[in-house]
Each structure stands twice: as C-alpha cells, then as structure tokens.
C-alpha cells in the first residue's frame, strides 16, 4: 500500500512539474542536428516509466534520453531515405499502448482524472512520438535488412569462445500439444446471444455503445475504453468481424455475429481509406458441464488413436487440434528469447509449471493421457494431450547439438556492429549537442565529444 501511495504521490508531482514546464518554454535538453528533445518530452517518458509500477530513478531519465538521441539520429536517415510509416499502423500502436496504461491505472477513468485530460486527448499528444519510434525502428531493419552469417562465420563465432566460457547449456525438451476446446450447441450458445441481441435494441433505443461495452463486454483488450478497437486494416481482425467493419459506413451498427472468440456487437466510428475505427461489445458463450463431457470423450478417443492404434502425433494434432499456432505445426511448442529466434527446443524453466508436471515423468516418445485445463484470463477450458518428442541432458554448448543457437548469436553480434558502426559514422557527421544537466550521464559521454562539432 505504501509503495503504491509512493508512486501515486511521484506520478503526481512529476505531471504537475511537466504541465508547469509546458506553461513556459520548454527547456531543450539535446538537440540532434535539426531535432531537439525537449525536458517535457523525457519527462513524459520517465512518466510512463513510472506508470508501469517501476521505482523513482533519475538515472533512468539518462537512459531514456540516450534511446531519444538514438531515435532522433535514425529519424533524420529516414527521412533522407524516404522511409515511412502507415497510419493505421501509428493507430494500431497507439491503440495497444492506450490499452496498456489503462489497464495499469485501473481503468480509463483513473488516467484520465490523472492526466487531467481525456484519453482521445492524450493519444493524440502521444502521437508523433510514437510515429517517430515506429519509422526509426523501420530504419534500424532497414540498416540490418541484409546481414547473414555464414556457416564459416558460426564456426568463427564459437571458436571466438575459450573452452571454459562456452555456455552451459541446461536441460532442453521438444514438446507437442493437442489443444481440445469444447463445441457448444446452438442450444447452449443461445443465452449469450440473447444478452447481445438485447443489448443491441438497447442501443437502438438510445442507450450509449460505449457505456453497455464499458458494463458488459468481455473483451478484456477494448472494455475500459467503450470497446474501443481504434482503427484496423482489413488484415487486423478474423474474417467475420473484417467483414462487418467494411461494410458498414460510419454510425452504422452491425446485427449480432459470431466468430471463435464469441459473439459480437460491432459498430463503425469513422472510415478512412482502407482502415476503420469500429469499437464492438464480446460476449462469450460459457462451457457447460455437458460439453465438457462430450470433449473428454472425444480427447479419449484421440489419446487411445495415438497411443494404442499408432496414429502420428503430428497428423492427429492438425485433424484435431485447436491451436491454431500449432496445429499446422505438428503440434510442437514454439520458444524465444531476445536472442534466438523461434525454436522447438525449449528450456525446461521456461515451460509453463502446468506443462512441466505432466512431461516431467514421460519418457521420449510417450504420450501423456488427457489433461483437463482452465485458462480464467483467457475464459476458456478443455483438455490437452502432450507428447514429448526429445529431451537434451544438460551440456556444455557445442556446434553438433547447439548449431541453431550459435547461429542466432552470431547474427546478433554482427547486426549489432554493424548498427554500432552506423551510429559511429553519423554522430560524426552529425551536430549534437547535450544540455549540462545531464552531459554527466554515463550514457552521454559518448554523444558530449561532439557537442562543439
């Protein structure tokens, strides 16, 4: 509670010092040849910063202006270079990030009566920051966009290491899953659709979309913003709501319609070429004890097709399963870090505990019985079957076993020189000044040796 009080209390007094700053001329705290970061700016980040629940540091403020430094320089290439960014991008980034500090306020309201200004207002103030953010991080790939390594610059790569600092490598596994949701009958599903279908004539009636979706959506995505989606491309959504958002004009209201997350109240705010600003009210039909019942014989029925009548895991699992991730996938889990790139091999302390229990006693090849799940973030339960295709004993990293992850390491470590000689290369060309407040920052030192240039 008092850690809670703390950061209020800091949120607080850094939006009142901000408003006060913006009420006279704002202090330039860098400038980056033709761009200047203003102290309001890099406050509104340290803001965010501690929105997130983070602890009071100025020396974040430091790190924060380095990332400012680095998104203005690549900026200025991109617009040299022509590059730019779509606004429905800019709205569909905007959207998730709107999304994410309300659910950290609790709620929409609670921003708003801290920002002192409504939602709509302050997207649009966060907008050309984040349209900036967005074309610099399009220009950094651009920068990469041809970088690869050779099989000959792995094996450099690796052999770069001395043989007591190769990492050790802890206990790997590839698993794969059948996700089994249960079906519901037009019988079972008819209740939700009526509380929608009601909702829909209250609305007709007069009663406000954003207040019913606010009360009653279980989208926990758009709820606290009046269902808000923002605005969305034809590729954004499933089919069912793409449909409906293009073709009503704006004001327009859509009939209830389903698609698997539920069913749907959709109503267009505004078109703008090919995207549309719709906000929609969800309504998940709930399982029934009799659905599950139905789903746990047909898991059985799946489980004795695999394990007694030898039917191929991976072929079952794109016949039956419902994930959609891997389904098509052979049914293996995928893992990433920051490092390696998408890979089925997967570290045993990263697995979901409720995944590692049942694998945890099974033997490569086996195939565990039905697991009954319940997902409440999600709202949804059913049954999974897992199969554990391969275990790697802990070891320490070498080419035969680890070649993938040598791989990935290796493009990262020449990506990220080649972007460090990038910068080296600009900042040398580049006018850059630092104000005093913070040419002591370690981060600074760097960019200060140009400040005269």
């Not at 089994?180 to 609305?203: F, G, H, N, V, W």
């Not at 389903?258 to 998940?284: C, F, S």
Request: aromatic residues 10%.
């Amino acid at each position: 509670m008092k850690k809670t009080l703390g950061i209020a209390v800091a949120l607080m007094c850094l939006f009142i010092n901000v408003q006060a700053q913006k009420k006279n001329v704002d202090k330039v705290v860098a400038v980056v040849g033709s761009n200047i970061i203003l102290l309001s700016e890099l406050n509104q980040q340290y803001a965010i910063y501690l929105n997130q629940g983070n602890p009071a540091d100025d020396r974040i403020k430091c790190m924060y202006l380095q990332q400012m430094l680095i998104q203005k320089l690549l900026k200025q290439q991109a617009e040299i270079d022509s590059i730019v960014v779509e606004d429905a991008q800019v709205d569909d980034e905007l959207d998730k990030r709107m999304r994410y500090q309300i659910k950290r306020m609790g709620g929409q309201e609670q921003l708003e009566q801290f920002l002192h200004k409504s939602a709509l207002q302050y997207k649009d103030e966060m907008r050309p920051d984040v349209k900036e953010g967005l074309i610099a991080q399009k220009m950094q790939a651009k920068i990469t966009e041809n970088i690869s390594v050779t099989p000959l610059e792995v094996k450099k790569y690796f052999d770069s290491y001395q043989k007591d600092s190769l990492p050790d490598i802890g206990t790997e596994v590839e698993v794969g899953e059948i996700v089994l949701y249960p079906k519901l009958t037009k019988a079972e599903k008819q209740k939700s659709y009526d509380k929608l279908e009601a909702m829909r004539i209250r609305i007709k009636e007069g009663e406000d979309f954003g207040f019913l979706a606010k009360s009653y959506s279980e989208d926990p995505g758009s709820a606290s913003e009046g269902g808000d989606y923002g605005f969305i491309d034809r590729t954004t959504m499933v089919k069912e709501f793409t449909a409906w958002a293009f073709k009503l004009k704006a004001g327009e209201m859509s009939p209830v319609f389903e698609t698997e997350y539920g069913y749907h109240l959709l109503q267009v705010l505004e078109r703008r070429g090919e995207t549309a600003h719709v906000r929609h009210i969800l309504v998940k039909p709930q399982t029934t004890p009799e659905s599950l019942t139905r789903l746990k014989l047909k898991a059985d029925s799946i489980y004795k097709d695999i394990a007694v009548n030898k039917m191929p895991f991976a072929f079952a699992a794109s016949n039956y399963s419902d994930n959609k991730e891997t389904q098509y996938n052979g049914g293996m889990m995928l893992y990433a870090d920051d490092v390696t790139a998408r890979t089925t091999f997967i570290p045993v302390d990263k697995l979901d505990p409720s995944v590692f229990v049942v694998i945890d006693t099974m033997k490569v090849g086996e195939v565990s019985q039905p697991v009954a799940f319940s997902s409440p973030e999600q709202g949804k339960e059913g049954y999974k079957i897992f199969f554990l295709k391969s275990k790697i004993p802990p070891h320490k990293g070498n080419l035969e076993q680890d070649y993938p992850k040598f791989k990935e390491r290796a493009q990262k470590e020449k990506e990220d020189r080649v972007v460090s000689e990038w910068f080296q290369k600009r900042k040398e060309t580049t006018y850059i000044k630092v104000d005093e407040e913070f040419a002591t920052c370690d981060e600074m030192k760097l960019w200060a040796k140009n400040e005269n240039k």
